[in-house]
């Protein structure tokens, strides 16, 4: 199923194109949630989590949204107020400037874990803003699911390295979603060659450096 809570039934490709980063990410943040970092040793698995992983996707996608597809977006459609670029601007801000709290935090587990909820409560109303005003923007405006195909492709050359973090993320969660809001098979014919002979790899990556270390540190 999708994750989101505002976009709980994808209808066009103006839903899924939100929903392709941001179920990534919840990919992640759903169960940060329940992180219990009571040792040592569970403290430096998160730690290099974070600071590897998660902190470096999250980073890519903020910029990604400001630099290539808002600007896309607002050559056609005006955004609203809660939505203009300071404002999403300030948004991000606040989020990165959490998550760099966090990142360069001292090893103490219960601190910790009180600012990564705090973290999910901000990127979860963050998040919903976002899917609450792009879709109709989109559906207003003009664009067409072919005009978006090349930007997509612009955001994954943009990505660099963080492409293999990020992309098997995004196919994941489009198969945990059943497709509904784009099949990873037609995702993948959006990225570039290189990218897209790299998927594998990126995968087993994710299973090991991810989502086995994201299991480890649940409750």
């Not at 955001?155 to 969660?173: D, E, R, S, T």
């Amino acid at each position: 199923p999708v994750t989101s809570t505002t976009i709980t039934e994808p209808k066009d490709w103006c839903d899924g194109g939100l929903l392709i980063p941001h179920e990534a990410i919840r990919v992640m943040t759903i169960p940060m949630r329940n992180f219990k970092l009571d040792s040592p040793e569970k403290i430096a698995k998160f730690q290099k989590w974070y600071s590897e992983i998660f902190y470096p996707v999250v980073a890519s996608h903020h910029e990604a949204e400001e630099t290539i597809y808002f600007p896309w977006i607002a050559e056609k459609a005006t955004f609203p107020e809660s939505m203009t670029r300071d404002r999403v601007g300030t948004d991000h801000e606040a989020l990165m400037s959490l998550m760099g709290k966090i990142k360069d935090s001292e090893p103490d587990g219960a601190a910790i874990e009180a600012m990564l909820k705090e973290l999910c409560d901000l990127m979860d109303a963050h998040l919903a803003v976002e899917e609450g005003n792009i879709p109709d923007m989109l559906r207003g405006s003009g664009y067409t699911k072919e005009g978006e195909g090349p930007v997509i492709g612009r955001i994954a050359k943009h990505l660099g390295p963080a492409n293999a973090l990020f992309m098997p993320l995004i196919v994941l969660a489009m198969d945990r979603a059943g497709g509904s809001y784009m099949p990873s098979a037609v995702f993948k014919t959006l990225l570039p060659p290189p990218i897209q002979e790299g998927l594998p790899k990126f995968a087993e990556g994710m299973k090991a450096n991810n989502l086995a270390v994201i299991e480890a540190l649940c409750r």
